[in-house]
């Protein structure tokens, strides 16, 4: 009890002796606060020591929040009977959006940068979605209005790594659009280093594309120069971090290059080391696709390499010297012949019934020019025997007389 009573008096005395010290060393305090309220006639915040401050704070947000609405309604006036719908009809479907979330949408398709530019004066978030997924960025790429792209990298709160319905970003729409201006907008862009990186590392899920095949199925030689010199000199990556991006049917840039032949571009990833031998779904590798296309430059690029495999099969049992047989490629046939470890009499036993050796193949399709390329190896063999019929049997059952005559310009053998 006398405890509590001390404790009272302590406290009641140094509460009169604080005001006291306030009302001496700042008389006119308070008559300042309430006399001095010309912050208020100005719009401005008042006094750090006023009482009120957060209350004026939140009354001059809601003036600004209303004037900045008044001048977002003067300015686009015209457009008041979109705002009553709020849905903005485009060849690529419907979008439900806000009136302000309307307006860029809309002036992004119509290509019109005046009105963006305008509506970035207002907070408005450009990352916003339509119906499809699609944002800001992956309208301005579809429509290859570089200028727009430019602006909206330049806003602080875009983001680069939104996926619309199909699976795509934005910067992919750019690469399959062939849109190299913006291509190098993006990869140039000196405050998205990470994120680029980061974006040509990730492809589209559904076909698993990344830019790099895209570069090579589009035979655009300027886009995949573009990568390679951005990831090798600005952000220092070796091209062979990407050798190994492969899309759904798992083919590297190396099969798709040989595929489109892109002979350039082959050239660069042999050069860099990418593995020759690498198989895709169909255990073909990127050789068998160079003879299927009948690139030259690339069958010699490849067939240099030493650690080349040129009688790989794949899963219909076909090596390369099958497919160029196959698909009548001559001077493909006697490329691969200058080979030394090629085997001309190899039959493909990945499958029942088994592949017929290349001769058996080029007698059956009646290719003159392909079975004089293969007589002249030494070590094609004129008397294998498939199903029980050699070379000449095939091709006297097709009355071929050529090539019975190739056949039998040497000693007789079994018929």
């Known amino acids: 009890m006398y405890l509590y009573n001390f404790w009272s008096i302590f ?45 004026e704070a939140a009354r001059i947000k809601k003036e600004k929040e209303k004037k900045d609405t008044e001048e977002f309604n003067a300015l686009f006036k ?14 690529h479907g419907q979008i439900k959006l806000t009136p302000s979330q309307l307006l860029l949408h809309e002036a992004c398709w119509n ?36 200028a727009i792209v430019q602006l909206l990298l330049d806003h602080p709160s875009i983001l680069l790594t ?34 680029i990186v980061i974006l040509l590392k990730t492809p589209n899920t559904i076909f698993k594309l990344t830019p790099w095949h ?32 492969v899309n759904s049917s798992d083919q590297t840039m190396l099969h798709v290059a040989c595929m489109q032949k892109q002979a350039d571009i082959a050239s660069s990833l042999i050069n860099d080391e990418a593995n020759p031998n690498v198989t895709d779904s169909y255990f073909s590798t990127p050789l068998h696709y160079a003879v299927k296309s009948g690139c030259i430059p690339i069958i010699e690029n490849l067939l240099k390499h030493p650690k080349i495999d040129v009688n790989y099969e794949n899963h219909k049992s076909l090596t390369p010297l ?19 470890h090629i085997i001309p009499n190899k039959f493909g036993y990945g499958k029942i019934p088994f592949k017929p050796p290349a001769l058996h193949i080029a007698v059956m399709n009646n290719d003159v ?42 000693a007789p053998y079994q018929i």
């Open 322 to 340: 099958h497919i160029a047989c196959i698909k009548k490629k001559s001077a493909c046939v006697q490329l691969l012949l200058t080979h030394p």
């Open 111 to 146: 290509n019109d940068k005046k009105v963006i530019e305008k509506l970035f004066r207002f907070p408005c978030n450009p990352n916003i979605q339509d119906s499809k997924g699609n944002t800001l960025l992956h309208i301005a790429c579809n429509q290859k209005n570089s």
């Open 11 to 55: 406290y009641a005395i140094s509460l009169c002796t604080t005001n006291s010290f306030i009302s001496a060393s700042q008389p006119n305090a308070i008559t300042f606060h309430v006399d001095n309220l010309s912050w208020k006639k100005n719009n401005s915040l008042p006094p750090k020591n006023f009482s009120v401050r957060q209350k």
């Open 214 to 245: 895209i570069a090579c199925m589009n035979n655009d030689n300027n886009l995949f120069s573009a990568l390679l010199q951005t990831t090798q000199k600005k952000f220092n990556l070796p091209l062979s971090q990407f050798f190994y991006l």
């Open 162 to 195: 939104i996926k619309n319905k199909n699976e795509e970003t934005a910067f992919f729409i750019a690469c399959r659009n062939c849109s190299l201006d913006i291509v190098q907008t993006f990869l140039f862009h000196s405050t998205r280093k990470s994120l």
């Open 369 to 410: 020019e392909t079975v004089k390329i293969l007589l002249a190896d030494k070590r094609t063999n004129k008397t294998i025997l498939y199903q029980g019929e050699t070379p000449l049997r095939v091709a006297l059952s097709n009355k071929n007389n050529a090539i019975v005559a190739l056949l039998t310009n040497d």
């Open 78 to 91: 015209k457009k008041s009977v979109t705002f009553k719908k709020k849905v903005l009809n485009t060849e």
